[in-house]
């Protein structure tokens, strides 16, 4: 931790998708997928840049998993505005907690972070807009290794919220790889969440 004793502040050391694979054994049928810029590079079955951490997508119903596969490790809940609390087995977190931060010791690096994603039934629900849904079925890819992968046009439209110059970088890369349906999608779901957008014009060319 660091000398002023903010978790937050910890550097990063981030798990490689293989070993999130390794970890997740434990997570029978809970459905889980490599989420972020891994993700895409995962699509794409390359490397495209670097990664300072690694993300994990799950279902909020299924956020006990984390524990499940993580016994004794520091586990935080990302409360807005961005104070990272202590997050116990059995609290259930309210609705306005997305992100889990995950690390072996207190003392340690951030190893990976967990993203809650919103369902109904058996149908993901964007939590940009509720009007943006998909069956959870078909919400990820298969990547190398078996890995499951959550599927690019929907880490593009989370990304197409506030894009920095990476996520730039990652639409560039990814788009030209994507299926004519994949693209559609995107450029519905951005039109939906952000309205006009850049990267809604780009996809209709």
């Known amino acids: 931790m660091n000398r ?14 293989l070993q999130v694979q390794e970890l997740m054994t434990d997570a029978g049928a809970r459905p889980w997928w490599i989420a972020g810029g891994h993700a895409l590079d995962l699509f794409l079955q390359r490397p495209t840049r670097h990664h300072a951490d690694i993300d994990v997508s799950i279902l909020r119903s299924d956020q006990a998993l984390v524990h499940d596969v993580l016994p004794g490790w520091d586990i935080r809940a990302a409360d ?16 306005t907690v997305h992100d889990i931060w995950c690390r ?15 369902a ?10 509720p009007r943006i849904s998909r069956p959870i079925s ?11 992968v959550l599927a690019p046009e929907i880490q593009l439209h989370y990304k197409a919220a506030r894009p920095r ?8 890369n990814t788009v030209p790889r994507m299926s004519e349906a994949q693209r559609e999608w995107l450029r519905h779901a951005i039109v939906i969440a952000y309205g006009e ?9």
């Open 4 to 17: 002023r004793g903010r978790p937050e502040a910890a550097p990063w050391k981030p798990l490689s998708p």
């Open 80 to 95: 807005p505005p961005g104070t990272l609390r202590i997050w116990s087995a059995g609290e259930v977190l309210p609705g």
């Open 120 to 129: 109904a039934g058996d149908v993901w629900v964007s939590h940009r807009h």
């Open 104 to 118: 072996e010791r207190s003392d340690g690096p951030w190893r990976l972070q967990f993203m809650l994603e919103e």
């Open 138 to 148: 078909s919400l990820g890819l298969q990547g190398p290794e078996g890995i499951p």
């Open 165 to 172: 110059p990476k996520d730039e970088q990652d639409f560039r």
């Open 197 to 205: 957008h850049p990267w809604a014009a780009a996809l209709t060319s």
